[in-house]
T-cell receptor
Framework: DQQVKQNSPSLSVQEGRISILNCDYTNSMFDYFLWYKKYPAEGPTFLISISSIKDKNEDGRFTVFLNKSAKHLSLHIVPSQPGDSAVYFCAASATGGTSYGKLTFGQGTILTVHP | GAGVSQTPSNKVTEKGKYVELRCDPISGHTALYWYRQSLGQGPEFLIYFQGTGAADDSGLPNDRFFAVRPEGSVSTLKIQRTERGDSAVYLC?????????????FGPGTRLLVL
């Protein structure tokens, strides 16, 4: 079963506008969430993370929002730039037990930012 | 400093053959993870090392897959009797700690194609 889901395979946005990427999870043990960006032929690059004790974390143009009751998080990119065009992965981990920080990823969303 | 490196970048082999994939983590990182990414999917966890020992190998699909990290730095993922279904991108990541809030830094991956 898919414990982390990104239901939008792709998103197209105009340069300068806001990009909103969504992610849902089912495992209530997850308490740390990350977003990675991936360009073709490269490994995923860490963007931003959030702990479950927060509901918002901001880093420059990137903001992640967490709604624990809905088991939903989103990544906002403002303003979007053509260089942001990539595949974005949502990932989750559990701090308890023996998870050792292993990440569970969503399927990814392809973001295209048009000039 | 240097990031995570993986060799080879591409590997083509025939069904039934043995392959080895190598990962050089970021210097000083004690935690090392292997993931596998199939086309159109997010990375899936395979195995986690803390130092020289495999702390969690629950993601290895079967006993044809094995990984080692004898000196606590470089790791090798070994696949015996390869099958066409093993074709994927194999990603390695390292982290300065093995905790859930330790950011994982990924290498570019090895693209394995089994004919």
């Amino acid at each position: 079963d898919q414990q982390v889901k990104q239901n939008s395979p792709s998103l197209s946005v105009q340069e300068g506008r806001i990009s909103i990427l969504n992610c849902d999870y089912t495992n209530s043990m997850f308490d740390y969430f990350l977003w990675y960006k991936k360009y073709p032929a490269e490994g995923p690059t860490f963007l931003i993370s959030i702990s479950s004790i927060k509901d918002k974390n901001e880093d420059g143009r990137f903001t992640v929002f967490l709604n624990k009751s809905a088991k939903h998080l989103s990544l906002h990119i403002v303003p979007s730039q053509p260089g942001d065009s990539a595949v974005y992965f949502c990932a989750a981990s559990a701090t308890g037990g023996t998870s050792y920080g292993k990440l569970t990823f969503g399927q990814g969303t392809i973001l295209t930012v048009h000039p | 400093g240097a990031g995570v490196s993986q060799t080879p970048s591409n590997k083509v082999t025939e069904k039934g053959k043995y392959v080895e994939l190598r990962c050089d983590p970021i210097s000083g990182h004690t935690a090392l993870y292997w993931y596998r990414q199939s086309l159109g999917q997010g990375p899936e966890f395979l195995i986690y090392f803390q130092g020289t020992g495999a702390a969690d190998d629950s993601g290895l699909p079967n006993d044809r897959f094995f990984a080692v990290r004898p000196e606590g730095s470089v790791s090798t993922l070994k696949i015996q009797r390869t099958e066409r279904g093993d074709s994927a991108v194999y990603l390695c990541a390292s982290s300065s700690s093995g905790g859930a809030d330790g950011t994982q830094y990924f290498g570019p991956g090895t693209r394995l194609l089994v004919l």
